[in-house]
Each structure stands twice: as C-alpha cells, then as structure tokens.
C-alpha cells in the first residue's frame, strides 16, 4: 500500500492525531504502526514530531504545577520489528488538554505562512527521552527526562537504561555501566558499556567510535558493547555501517549489513559474532524482547562456516515464537498462521532462531547444542524439494505455517500485515523430532550444491528452527 500525500496542514494535524491516539493506555496497533510508518518515510512528519516532543517539554516544565506525571517510559508500546524509525518518547509526551490546545490552535493561526517553514525555525537539541532503574556513577551529571543534552556533555551510569533522542533522527539506548559521551552533532564516544542506535536517512555519517574501532552509520540499526581495554563488540540489525579499526594485529575496513556481526579484540583479530542474544546484547525491541531474550532450551547455535567466509550470525529469541514474530536476521519477514486459526499451537511460545536467509544459496549446517529434553520443529518452504535429512530424522506433522514478506527493497514498500492468514506469501511445512536427551543436533543443508548467483534473485527461503519443552504423548491429541 502507499501512504497519502498530505499539504502542510494536513500532515500536522495526522501526526499529532496518531501521536494523541498512541498515547492512550490501550494503543490501537494500526494507529501505532501508521504513525511509524510515517516517521520512517516523510521527513517532515519526523520534525513535526520531534518539534511537538520539544513543545511537550517545554509545557510540562513551565506548567509543572498543574501538568500530570509523564507516563514512566516507552516500556507499554508497541514497537514493531519491521519499524526503521521506532516512535520515539510517546510515553513521555503527555500533557495537560490545555496545553496541546494552545499548541495546536497556535499551528491553526498560521494563515499567512506555510507551517512546515515556520516549524523549520525552531531549533532543536538532543533529549533525555527516558531513565529506567539510572544509577549514575559517581560525581556524574544526573539527568531528568526530557534533560537537553548538549555537545560535549556524557551519561556516565552504573545500572540502568537511558534513552538519547539527538535532534538528527538518531536515538541511542544506553544500558550500564555505561560511559557515552557526545562528542559533535554527528558523532559519539562510547568508552564502554552497550549501546544500541537507530539511526534515520537525516544520521547518515553519523559516527559512533570506541577505544578499539569507529563505527559510521549508513542508514541503520545497530548494536555496540564495549569493554574497555579488551574488545568491542558490533552487531547490525537492519541497514548497514562501516567499520574500521587500527587495533588487533591486521588493520579492519569493512562494511557490515543487516544479520552481520564482529568481535574486535584489542590485540588479535576480529572474529565472526556466531550468534546475538537479548540478554547478551542490546537489540532495537529493547526493553521489550528483554523478557523473552533468555532461551533455556538452546544453549548454542553454529555452523560449518569459518569467520574468514563470513560475520552473519544465528539471533536466539527465547519463548518468543508468536504470529509476526521475525524470521530471519537478514530480511524483514514474519511467522504467521496461514488461516485465522493462527500459528498450530505446538508452536506457539516456543524459543526459536532467526536464522540466515542468504544461506539458501550455500552449503551449510546447523547445529543446535539442546540443554535438555525438546521438542525440535523444522519449517521448512514449500517450494523446495525435501531433502533427505529432512525425511531421515524428522516427522511432518501435516502442520503448515505462513511467511509474511515485507519486500523493503522494491520502490513501493509492502507493509507487513498484522495478525494471522494477513497478507501471506508463502507456506512452509512443519516437521518435529523428538529429542529425548540433552545433545546436539546438526541440521543439514537446502541444497546439494552451493550457487553462485545474488541470493536476492533466489525466491525459496532458509528454513526456520522452533525447539519447544518435550510434548507428552498423552497431549499430543490436543494439537
């Protein structure tokens, strides 16, 4: 679908709308994903925000007598793993009805002069957008929320997690202990900590450096941890950055993209990041995949792949199968049901791995280390014929689920739908093995023979892996 185009007016008057509607304690979710869409693809629906963000701390600080608490932080939206521009601050922008309407009706007034110029006037700084559980180190700057935050000053913590709007569109999550510091409108300095960075087409150039490498941003969303005088760890999620590093024993040029990660160590070199953890790493769902993040059903994941061939990296997402879950770390598809009787039960909640959809091209197996007894589901595309290790050692349980493919690549965006049997393009079938005691398990390869061609011009997909607790034979009738 394509958004419609709005005059300067109208476009105002939709962005405040869908921020009002967001704001409520139950969100509509296609008010939520409407709004982010629209951040993500007008630059003007992003200042209008931004300025109204401003505006909001500006009434909250002057009417504080009368001004309700802000909501605590972003922790109860929605934030969707297909976004590229997360709706940022919604929590704290609440404020007296008197307020939005001087706010508003003053936007209403501007007859004579477009409102999109006369918002262009207003200056804008970065932003304490959010403190969860902040304790800052000693003698620190201590910040409220909505703080300015200015060239040269850092956020130096000992626990919890503070959220970083910068006037260009980036924000940055900081997790402590933590030591950031704002070095110039385009660049930042983590000594050490985790960091995670959403970064909009206006960042791009956009540099984040550490003792060990430098990190410029080229539309994106990505990871950093950092522990001083050892290594720095970098994980892409979505876009792409380029990394270069003078540390170790061989200099590091190197671009990263979407599913790729590196370890730089401060003496050796840098080795493939095999696989990303939400208690291990700081992902752009954060805070909310925190709490699904642990699996404790899959200790390990690998492959028969060497560093020197590649930085992708399996993402290990505990009790998180659900519908429009993510599939894979390198494209932004999602699991769905394929009717309105939803994802087949079984599967539901189960822990899972997004997995490498380039890999369809390549020769490669995986192996899963299983910490206890599980239940191990393969879903596998339909369109590919079964391969023998498949047939050998796994079940098909006659269940199908559906894949929801958000092509961002093509010149008119696809959004993803919401929900089961909405907008599915493709079917995989899923097949189980029961596995009756901790082990590891090797998933062999789609196919026999590597091809040499772009991935993105091969239609089938990598297959997925769901392992869930042991099913009692006696329950299995349920499914």
């Given amino acids: 679908m394509t958004e419609p185009i709005y005059n300067n007016e ?3 008057a939709e962005v405040l709308r869908l921020t009002l509607r967001c704001q409520e304690s139950n969100p509509i979710e296609d008010d939520c994903a409407r709004l982010s869409v629209l951040l993500a693809e007008n630059p003007q629906a992003r200042r209008i925000y931004l300025l109204s963000c401003k505006d909001t701390a500006t009434l909250i600080n002057c009417n504080s007598a009368l001004a309700p ?3 605590p932080s972003l922790t109860r939206f929605i934030k969707s793993s297909t976004n590229t521009i997360i709706v940022l601050a919604l929590a704290a922008c609440v404020v007296v009805a008197a307020g939005w309407t001087l706010f508003w009706s003053d936007w209403q007034q501007q007859d004579d002069s477009p409102v999109i110029a006369e918002l262009e006037q207003a200056e804008l700084v970065g932003r304490i957008v959010s403190l969860a559980n902040v304790q800052w180190a000693e003698d620190a700057t201590e910040f409220r929320e909505w703080s300015r935050f200015a060239v040269g000053e850092a956020i130096r913590i000992e626990a919890g997690v503070v959220e970083l709007m910068l006037e260009n569109s980036t924000e940055i999550v900081l997790e402590g202990p933590a030591d950031f510091q704002l070095m110039s409108p385009d660049k930042a300095m983590l000594n050490h900590g985790k960091l995670v960075a959403r970064c909009g087409p206006e960042a791009v150039g956009f540099e984040v450096d550490s003792p ?14 950092v522990k001083q005088g050892m290594h720095t760890d970098v994980v892409v999620y979505d876009g792409k950055v380029d990394l270069s590093s003078r540390a170790g024993v061989t200099p590091l040029e190197r671009r990263l993209t979407a599913g790729e990660a590196l370890h730089v160590p401060r003496q050796g070199n840098s080795v493939r990041i095999t696989e990303i953890r939400g208690d291990q790493y700081l992902t752009p769902q954060y805070p909310l995949d925190r709490g699904i993040g642990r699996s404790e059903l899959i200790l390990s994941v690998g492959d028969n792949l060497h560093s020197s061939e590649t930085a992708k990296y399996y993402r290990v997402i505990g009790r998180g199968f659900r519908e429009d879950c993510p599939a894979y770390v390198d494209r932004s598809y999602q699991w769905n049901g394929v009717d309105e009787a939803g994802i087949p039960p079984g599967l539901l909640g189960g822990d899972y791995v997004m997995t490498f959809n380039d890999d369809k091209i390549r020769k490669v197996e995986i192996e899963l280390e299983l910490a206890k007894p599980a239940t191990l589901y393969v879903l596998f595309d339909d369109r590919i014929p079964t391969p023998e290790w498949l047939k050998k050692d796994f079940v ?12 961002i690549d093509r010149e008119v965006k696809i959004l993803s739908g919401v929900g089961p049997a909405r907008s599915i393009d493709r079917v995989f079938s899923v097949w189980r093995q029961d596995i009756s005691i901790a082990s590891t398990i090797t998933l062999g390869t789609i196919r026999q023979q590597q091809l040499e061609v772009n991935p993105h ?16 034979p006696q329950l299995e009738a349920i499914y």
Avoid at 457 to 472: F, P
């Fill in 457 to 472: 011009g091969v239609l089938e997909s990598m297959y997925g892996v769901v392992v869930t607790d042991l099913i009692d």
């Fill in 212 to 225: 060990d490498v430098k990190i410029v941003d080229q539309g994106t969303e990505f990871g950093v941890s």
């Fill in 10 to 12: 109208e476009l105002v």
């Fill in 396 to 407: 098909n349980t006659g269940w199908d689920i559906g894949m929801d493919e958000v092509n």
């Fill in 69 to 71: 608490e802000p909501a």
